[in-house]
């Protein structure tokens, strides 16, 4: 099938993964679904004048990080979107010279990166990306829809899905489906049903939890910072950060590892605050009234799905974002591995005769997940109750980052070429070069 032939898409799920598919999807097929169980209008929110966290989308109310290498993509995708965000009250400066980093409870220093943050809430980035997706002339949304079910012509080729909404089912042929339904994917169970054996799953256990409460902070708190970051460390598995955002607000997202969640309770979260490794966040909001009583989330594991490994997968099936791989989010990587993950989509439906989910696959793996996986869990086997193999490499690993971040109190450069690992830009192999290894020696001396 060429180009010319392609007629329909249809993507399940309106999450970041899933717009950003649809973003790629219209410039290759004529007729882009997107299909979402939720009510895509705007609502008014409890916490103010501002848009609602959708009902698929629990932890809509917590902090949420675009990373640098995201922002890029998104931008690449949808170009203007970093102004459009600014105008609806994003909050903007450098990645290492407007925040205050506390790592093992040392305030890090704030040199320039050139890195561009941009601090939201995640309903902001969320309206702004789907109204962009939704104006593309040949891409709509069937809201409210729920998902049955992939249709087939035999056990190889995925032709659509069957769809409810008001109490009626319907077939929505396709000539390409794209799962973007997240973490809780039935696709695992479909292709049972469809005869391909069990796909592989990972996990890493690390049950974190959040709360999160919002404040409107003086004029004065935090005069040059777009936020403060009190990360959880071995010894001291709590953490939170302080962000600005939208609409004149701070948020504060307090979490702890391995089931020390942070209190719902206004008290209780603030005392929690006072105990994380260094106080500069309870200092900065202990004097400030809440605009509500926090709200909780909770994440239970690291999970990863091996489609890569799968010998054959059907034709007329792709699948991208947290239906594949849903990691820590204490590290703000998932909107970011959509990103990577929707460059690779595009890469693939641009190919003559049409994606092969297997070559797909194995490519969304190495471009889009593997390195990010592999971080992922490296430092949560950092916190000594994770349950999971620690080699020796990895323990050289810990004690070389360790190294890094004391020597970075020091040497303010060696901060910039952390926070491009972490945010993506660059890769971990980046930390070991000849020179930075050097800047870590010479500043420990």
Wanted: aromatic share 6%; proline share 6%.
């Amino acid at each position: 099938m060429g180009k010319a032939d392609r007629n329909r898409a249809v993507v399940l799920g309106a999450s970041m993964a899933g717009l950003l598919a649809a973003r790629v999807l219209a410039d290759t097929y004529r007729d882009v679904v997107v299909v979402d169980r939720d009510d895509l209008s705007e609502h008014e929110c409890v916490v103010g004048e501002h848009v609602c966290p959708r009902r698929s989308i629990p932890q809509g109310q917590h902090v949420h990080a675009l990373l640098a290498r995201g922002r890029h993509i998104m931008e690449e995708l949808l170009p203007g979107l970093t102004d459009e965000l600014i105008a609806g009250g994003a909050v903007t400066g450098d990645v290492t010279g407007n925040v205050r980093w506390v790592m093992n409870g040392r305030g890090m220093p704030k040199p320039h990166s050139d890195m561009l943050l941009l601090s939201m809430s995640r309903p902001l980035l969320e309206q702004s990306v789907r109204a962009r997706v939704r104006a593309l002339p040949n891409v709509r949304f069937l809201e409210q829809h729920d998902i049955e079910k992939l249709l087939t012509d035999d056990n190889s080729t995925v032709i659509g899905a069957a769809v409810t909404a008001n109490g009626r089912t319907y077939d929505l042929t396709a000539d390409l489906v794209v799962d973007a339904t997240g973490r809780r994917t039935r696709l695992p169970a479909w292709l049972k049903e469809l005869g391909y054996p069990e796909v592989e799953q990972e996990e890493l256990r690390i049950a974190v939890g959040y709360a999160t409460q919002y404040y409107r902070l003086p004029q004065d708190a935090m005069p040059d910072e777009i936020s403060i970051d009190v990360v959880a460390a071995a010894d001291q598995p709590r953490g939170a950060i302080c962000a600005k955002i939208d609409g004149g607000r701070a948020l504060v997202t307090a979490y702890g590892m391995l089931g020390d969640y942070p209190p719902s309770d206004s008290e209780g979260f603030l005392a929690f605050l006072k105990t994380l490794s260094a106080t500069d966040i309870y200092d900065t909001v202990a004097d400030t009234a809440p605009m509500g009583p926090p709200v909780s989330y909770r994440f239970p594991a690291n999970l990863r799905r091996r489609y890569e490994r799968m010998a054959s997968f059907p034709d007329g099936l792709l699948v991208l974002g947290d239906a594949v791989c849903s990691f820590n989010p204490v590290y703000g990587q998932g909107m970011t591995v959509a990103a990577l993950g929707a460059t690779v989509l595009r890469d693939h439906i641009g190919r003559e005769g049409g994606p092969v989910g297997t070559e797909y696959l194995a490519d969304l793996a190495g471009r889009a997940v593997d390195h990010v996986w592999d971080m992922t869990i490296g430092a949560d086997l950092a916190f000594p109750g994770v349950e999971g193999e620690r080699t020796p490499e990895l323990l050289e690993e810990h004690a070389y980052v360790e190294q890094l971040l004391e020597a970075a109190v020091h040497d303010p450069s060696l901060l910039v070429a952390y926070a491009r690992v972490v945010f993506l830009v660059d890769p971990p192999e980046a930390l070991a070069t000849p020179e930075i290894q050097a800047a870590v020696f010479a500043a420990a001396k």
